[in-house]
Nanobody, 119 residues
Framework: QVQLVESGGGLVQPGGSLRLSCAAS????????MGWYRQAPGKQRELVAT???????NYAASLKGRFTISRDYAKNTVYLQMNSLKPEDTADYYC?????????????WGQGTQVTVSS
């Protein structure tokens, strides 16, 4: 099992910045990816960004350039730096860990942290 603890959400004005953190604990496979997804009211959950254990990153095309994902491997913590925030970035942001094993894959989700961009 893997436990995820998210922090850093809140209310920010348009153009502002926020940094989300997600600390993972438990049995994380050596081959894995950590990342962030978001879900706005009335919409489906969508990819924000992921980063693998080798440092390979993947971003939603529309967010690349404003959002940056990073990872502290020693702390099993993933960060999402969000700059130039827009009202349409308002959503619940969920931390995700995907673990690949020899014969299967497991996925874990955090409880979500709310980000509201509003003046």
């Amino acid at each position: 099992q893997v436990q995820l603890v998210e922090s850093g959400g809140g209310l920010v004005q348009p153009g502002g910045s926020l940094r989300l953190s997600c600390a993972a604990s438990g049995s994380i496979s050596s081959s894995n990816a950590m990342g962030w997804y978001r879900q706005a009211p009335g919409k489906q959950r969508e990819l924000v960004a992921t980063i693998t254990n080798t440092g390979r990153t993947n971003y939603a095309a529309s967010l690349k350039g404003r959002f940056t994902i990073s990872r502290d491997y020693a702390k099993n913590t993933v960060y999402l730096q969000m700059n130039s925030l827009k009202p349409e970035d308002t959503a619940d942001y969920y931390c995700n860990v995907r673990c690949w094993y020899v014969d299967n894959q497991r996925e874990y989700w955090g409880q979500g942290t709310q980000v509201t961009v509003s003046s």
